[in-house]
């Protein structure tokens, strides 16, 4: 049995508790409140003077995938720049348990990522949710949370264009998109027939065979738009072909703020900090989460990196200070990123019953004076400088 002694306990879905005990054991959650006794056999840690909350979650992430600390220019594992479709990739087969990040995010108060694949190809394959421990990607990762990665916009363009191959145009992302998704379609109709007469079965299309999911609405596309016309493209697609999905990054998304809010989009914004590097990220704004999250989109907050994501709580004040609430600022890197991950039942709150993730800061979370000062996952305790 473990337990905290809680300055503020913000279990994020019922609001903050003062001076309550959080009680764990077997790795979850058992009890908390202002009324709970610690019994007597119980290992205390005193966080009095402390901020007690869920582990943090990135939902979009290349850790690992890209590799920390890189060894040549160009030798990551999250882009597969050899075909602009690529749905049978998996970021599991990249996922090194040893990567540099996965230690500095734990201790920055994160418990639960998703990495994904980079955005180079129209579909570039799945992400997938893994917590920050273990020795394996079998053990790291959340089985059945495997999300498909999509990309319009300049950067799949950028990379095919030049060698004047389709994309080249934002008409040819679309067009590709729709020739592979119709074709998906069709496979997965040839796949349902076959269950009743085996002698309409197809031919075996690795490709096809990955998305059939996808096609299905079984499992999740995550698509990076950042551009207001790119976002709409995303949505006209993807609800032309019925896709369960997620808007990435959405960094023009304050132009269109009342078609995001209308539809309940899931917008995963970030990065927070960008700078205009590029034309697609001309007009990028500090106060699009806020915006957002007023139209009634629903918002989760990304660094979009490796290691990096160590920062994004610091990023997260910048955005508060911007017009976010914070009320939905703690949600958009825990329970909105576990909803979309699919993982609310496990993580992303503090309830009775679910896993035992746990981050104390020694001041307001978002601040960038504030330290983690411990760090725990499924009851394991992995930093502890209270």
């Known amino acids: 049995m473990i337990a905290i002694k809680c ?106 990522v998703c990495t994904l694949p980079g955005s180079a190809n129209i579909i570039g394959g799945t992400g997938i949710v893994f917590k920050l421990r273990g020795h394996t990607a079998e ?4 089985p059945g949370t495997e999300q498909m ?45 076959a269950e009743t007469d085996p002698t309409k079965a197809p031919k075996l299309d690795f490709k096809l065979q990955s998305l059939v999911k996808v096609i299905r609405g079984e499992m999740k596309v995550r698509i990076h738009c950042h551009r207001s016309d790119d976002i709409m493209t995303a949505i006209r697609v993807a609800e032309e072909f019925n896709l369960d999905y997620s808007l990435e990054h959405a960094t023009e998304g304050y132009k269109i703020a009342d078609v995001l809010g209308a539809k309940k989009a899931t917008c995963v914004v970030g990065p927070l900090l960008m700078d205009p590097a590029k034309q697609e990220l001309h007009e990028v704004s500090e106060e699009t989460a806020g915006i957002l999250c007023m139209a009634g989109a629903n918002v989760c907050l990304t660094a979009d990196t490796g290691s990096g994501t160590a920062w994004l709580p610091g990023n997260i004040g ?18 909105n990123p576990a909803k979309l991950l699919g993982v609310e039942n496990r993580v992303g709150s503090i309830e009775i019953g ?33």
């Open 7 to 112: 300055g503020k306990l913000n279990t994020i879905t019922n609001g903050i508790v003062e001076n309550a005990v959080l009680l764990i054991e077997d790795g979850k959650i058992k009890d908390f409140g202002t009324n709970v006794q610690i019994p007597s056999n119980a290992q205390v840690y005193d966080a009095t003077n402390h901020y007690v909350m869920p582990g943090l979650i990135d939902a979009h992430t290349h850790i690992s995938t890209f590799s920390e600390p890189t060894t040549r220019f160009g030798m990551i594992d999250g882009n597969e720049m050899s075909n602009p479709i690529t749905p049978f990739i998996r970021a599991i087969d990249a996922l090194n348990p040893f990567d540099f990040a996965i230690k500095k995010v734990r201790n920055a108060g994160f418990t639960t």
């Open 139 to 142: 053990e790291m990762m959340i």
């Open 149 to 193: 990665k999509m990309a319009l916009g300049e950067n799949p363009r950028g990379v095919y264009g030049h060698e004047k191959k389709l994309p080249m145009t934002r008409m040819g992302v679309a067009g590709l998109w729709r020739q592979t998704l119709a074709e998906a379609k069709e496979y997965s109709d040839k796949l349902k027939e």
């Open 318 to 335: 910048i955005i508060i200070r911007n017009g976010l609430s914070e009320d939905d600022a703690f949600k958009s890197v825990t329970i």
């Open 354 to 386: 679910k896993d035992a993730d746990i981050a104390i800061f020694d001041g307001h979370p978002f601040s960038s004076m504030t330290l983690c000062r411990f760090n725990m996952i499924d009851g394991v305790v992995y930093k502890n400088t209270l």
